[in-house]
């Protein structure tokens, strides 16, 4: 198994980054952040997702996903989190939407 590896190490792939359950999201701010989701799908009719930012890869956290043709607009709310969404113009109050979703990541 070392010897495979090694080899894929050789062929430029990728490390993989480990995150231990200490530092995933906690299952309070998962919540919190599908909640808001909801809020923002009746609200606004708009879908919403959270991601984890590991690397250069995001990781879906909560939220409702769309599978869309358009792309997604990624808002990076910190160096680990961000909120995207193909439907940001739906959304009349964005601003205090971001607001508080600055403040529950913040204070998770």
């Known amino acids: 198994m070392k010897n495979f590896l090694s080899t894929m190490g050789g062929l ?15 299952q309070e701010l998962i919540k ?9 799908k ?7 997702w959270f ?17 869309s043709f358009l792309p997604p607009e990624v808002v990076y709310i910190n160096d680990r989190y961000a909120v ?9 109050e964005k601003n205090e939407v971001l607001s508080t979703i600055k403040m529950l990541i913040l204070t998770e």
């Not at 919190?32 to 923002?40: P, Q, T």
Request: glycine letters at 6%; hydrophobic letters at 35%.
């Open 12 to 26: 430029g792939m990728e490390k993989e980054i480990y995150i231990s359950k200490k530092d995933a999201p906690t």
């Open 84 to 92: 995207v969404s193909n439907e940001w113009e739906r959304i009349s």
């Open 42 to 48: 009746q609200k606004y009719n708009a879908n919403i």
């Open 51 to 67: 991601v984890e930012i590991l690397g250069k890869r995001h990781s879906y956290i909560a939220g409702h996903r769309d599978d």
């Open 32 to 40: 919190k952040l599908n909640e808001l989701a909801e809020f923002v």
